[in-house]
C-alpha cells in the first residue's frame, strides 16, 4: 500500500513537473515564438516570460528577430553583350512579421536566396561586361528592391545585398589587364609630352623675359650715357663761362691789361717755337715789328668778349 501511494506522489510530480514546463516559457530578446491553439495560429509570443496552456498550445515556430545574413551561392551570368561572368554575394534580411514567416512560406530562407539569384542574373543581362564593374551600387539597390518586394509577403524585409565578387573568363580577364597597360602607356605618354611642351613654353618665356630684361638695360644705360653726356657737356660750358668770366674780371683789374699782354705775347712765341720745331727750316715772321699789333688785335678781341660777357 505504501509503494503504491509513493509511486502515485511520484508520477503526480511529474505531471506537475511537466505541466509547469509546458505552461511557462521564457522567451529570449530579439525572438518570437508562433503559438499554435489545436492546430491554428493563436499568438505571437514576444521577449520575457510567457504562459501557455499546456497539450492546447504549442510552440510551432521560433524566430530570430536579428538581422541574417544569407550567403548566396556563386552563379554563373551572361552579360548584355554574351560574356560569361561569375558573381558571388551575400544578402542581408530580416524578420519583420513572425507570423507570415510561418506560414508565408515553407522555407523562406531558400526563396529569398533563389529570388535573389534569378533577379541578378535579369539585372545583369541588361548590362554590358565594363558596366557591371561601374555600376555595382545600381546592381545592389535592384537585387534589394525586387527581392524586398516578394519577401514583404513571407513577413520578411531585405536590407540589402552586396556583390562580393566578379569574375570575368580568364581570357577576358587578360584582356581587360593588357587595356588597362595601354591606357595607362597612353597617359604617360600624353603626360610626357604635356611636360615638353610646358618646358618649351618655359624656356621661350624666359628667353622673351631675358631679351625684354636687356633691351630696358641696354635702354636705361643709353639713357643714362647721354643724361652723362649732356651733364658733362654742360659742366664743361659752365666751367668755361665761369672761365671767360673770371678772365674778363681780371682783366678789368689793375695790371690786368699788361698781363693779357704779356700772356698773349708768350703764346705767341711759344707756338713760333712748335711750328719750327716740326720742319727742318726756321719760321721767322714776315715782319717783326707787328708783333705789337697782332697783340693790340688779341687784346680787342678779349675786351669785346669780356664785355659781351659782362653784359
Not at 520578411?156 to 573568363?169: A, F, M, Q, S
Not at 705767341?268 to 720745331?277: C, D, M, N
Amino acid at each position: 500500500m505504501l509503494g503504491t501511494t509513493s509511486t502515485t506522489i511520484i508520477f503526480l510530480l511529474f505531471v506537475v513537473i511537466v505541466f509547469v514546463v509546458k505552461t511557462i516559457n521564457v522567451v529570449p530578446q530579439q525572438h518570437a515564438w508562433v503559438v499554435e491553439r489545436l492546430g491554428k495560429y493563436h499568438a505571437t509570443l514576444g521577449p520575457g516570460l510567457k504562459i501557455v496552456l499546456p497539450f492546447i498550445d504549442r510552440i510551432a515556430y521560433k524566430h530570430s528577430l536579428k538581422e541574417i545574413p544569407l550567403d548566396v551561392p556563386m552563379q554563373v551570368c551572361i552579360t548584355k553583350d554574351n560574356t560569361q561572368l561569375e558573381v558571388d554575394g551575400i544578402l542581408y534580411f530580416q524578420v519583420t512579421d513572425p507570423m507570415r514567416a510561418s506560414y508565408g512560406s515553407s522555407n523562406y530562407i531558400s526563396a529569398i536566396s533563389q529570388l535573389a539569384q534569378t533577379t541578378l542574373r535579369s539585372v545583369i543581362g541588361r548590362m554590358e561586361l565594363d558596366k557591371t564593374f561601374e555600376e555595382r551600387d545600381l546592381i545592389n539597390h535592384s537585387v534589394v528592391g525586387a527581392v524586398d518586394e516578394s519577401a514583404a509577403n513571407w513577413g520578411v524585409k531585405v536590407l540589402r545585398y552586396e556583390i562580393k565578387d566578379l569574375t570575368p573568363p580568364r581570357e577576358i580577364l587578360h584582356a581587360m589587364q593588357s587595356q588597362i597597360t595601354a591606357e595607362r602607356e597612353k597617359r604617360a605618354l600624353i603626360a610626357a609630352s604635356e611636360g615638353r611642351k610646358q618646358e618649351q613654353i618655359n624656356i621661350a618665356n624666359g628667353e622673351r623675359e631675358a631679351s625684354i630684361a636687356r633691351s630696358e638695360g641696354e635702354k636705361q644705360a643709353a639713357i643714362n650715357r647721354a643724361q652723362g653726356e649732356a651733364s658733362a657737356i654742360l659742366s664743361i660750358a659752365e666751367a668755361t663761362a665761369e672761365a671767360i668770366r673770371k678772365t674778363a674780371s681780371a682783366i678789368r683789374e689793375p695790371g690786368g691789361s699788361d698781363a693779357v699782354n704779356l700772356k698773349v705775347a708768350e703764346q705767341y712765341v711759344e707756338a713760333f717755337g712748335k711750328l719750327a720745331k716740326t720742319n727742318n727750316s726756321i719760321i721767322i715772321p714776315a715782319n717783326l715789328g707787328d708783333m705789337g699789333g697782332l697783340i693790340a688785335t688779341a687784346m680787342q678781341v678779349v675786351k669785346s668778349q669780356g664785355s659781351q660777357i659782362k653784359s
